[in-house]
């Protein structure tokens, strides 16, 4: 079987794509968890959340988007097929009267259940970022391979994300995708790592778009599964990933959601009742080529 990630195919099995290991095994014991995710750079957990709450913060997404003209309404709605040629759409945000419809959603990433999780696995009281990316990617769509350092490291670097896919996610559906290894490279964490998307006047945040360079030239081997409604899978700010093209008819709707120690530094850009997000990028016009920036990386 292959899997297109960008312009590439990946054969799964081979030396470019394997299957993400899931760590239920070990659930309960924090101990066993935080040195796997320090191992392996990520936990894929299986049913970490309700099932029923992932389909109340689905259904809050799909009704955005269905107030955008985008859902293609001769299939049930909570299908989320897509109507012909349309963009994906980023829900960005924080918990607000204006963001009140979401609120399912901000409780499925955010209630005491999750908090605790991150409470004892980090081994001391947990926060979470204010600031939420839901997000629908479109058919056709993908994300290109990146460390979330990039748009999240003013405040401490032990900060991690959980990815929550909003409903199952087949391999068709462009799952995400871990680059093993990738938290151990340490010229790339040394120049691009340190990039700040604000401040750097690059004009991605994305490192690379082949995701065969990482394997062939970086030695990283990508990493996926299909994901079922209520998985997640938790990574640190230095573990590569990029996601698969989608490949159906409907958005590949999820959500990367923040957590770190409550006494560590944040990154301002993300906290409070009205973070300042990215102020800079996207909106500069002197911008150099990720290209340009990783040739005075000597990468
Ligand atoms: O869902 C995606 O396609 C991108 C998610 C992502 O980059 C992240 O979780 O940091």
Not at 10 to 34: A, C, H, Q, V, W
Not at 240 to 245: A, I, K, L, T
Request: aromatic share 12%; net charge negative.
């Amino acid at each position: 079987m292959k899997l297109q990630m960008g312009n590439a195919y990946l054969e799964m099995g081979s030396k470019y794509l394997t299957t993400l290991r899931d760590s239920n095994d070990i659930l309960g014991d924090f101990n066993r968890l935080s040195e796997r995710l320090a191992e392996d750079g990520y936990l894929l957990i299986r049913q970490f959340h309700n099932k029923e709450n992932i389909q109340l913060a689905r259904q809050a997404l799909v009704d955005r988007l269905n107030n955008q003209g985008k859902i293609n309404t001769d299939y049930p709605l909570i299908d989320a097929i897509a109507k012909e040629d349309v963009k994906g759409s980023f829900f960005g945000g924080v918990p607000s009267d204006e963001n009140q419809d979401l609120a399912p959603f901000y409780e499925l990433v955010t209630n005491e259940e999750v908090m605790d999780f991150f409470s004892h696995l980090l081994g001391e009281e947990a926060l979470t970022l204010d600031y939420k990316w839901p997000r629908a990617v479109p058919p056709g769509g993908n994300t290109g391979a990146h460390y979330d350092i990039v748009y999240m490291g003013r405040g401490t670097k032990d900060l991690y994300t959980m990815w929550t896919p909003l409903g199952n996610v087949t391999y068709e559906q462009g799952p995400l995708a871990m680059l093993l290894g990738s938290q151990h490279f340490e010229k790339v964490k040394n120049s691009y790592g340190k990039m700040d998307v604000d401040r750097d006047h690059v004009e991605t945040g994305w490192f690379s778009n082949d995701p065969i360079e990482l394997v062939d030239h970086f030695n990283g081997q990508w990493a996926t599964t299909e994901f079922e409604a209520g998985d997640v899978i938790i990574f640190g700010m230095f573990m590569m990933h990029s996601s698969f093209n989608n490949d159906s008819d409907s958005f590949r709707m999820s959500a990367d959601t923040r957590y770190q120690a409550a006494s560590e530094a944040t990154d301002e850009r993300w906290v409070g009742k009205n973070p300042k997000g990215h102020y800079a990028w996207g909106k500069e016009k002197d911008l150099i080529t990720v290209e340009e920036a990783r040739k005075t990386w000597g990468l």
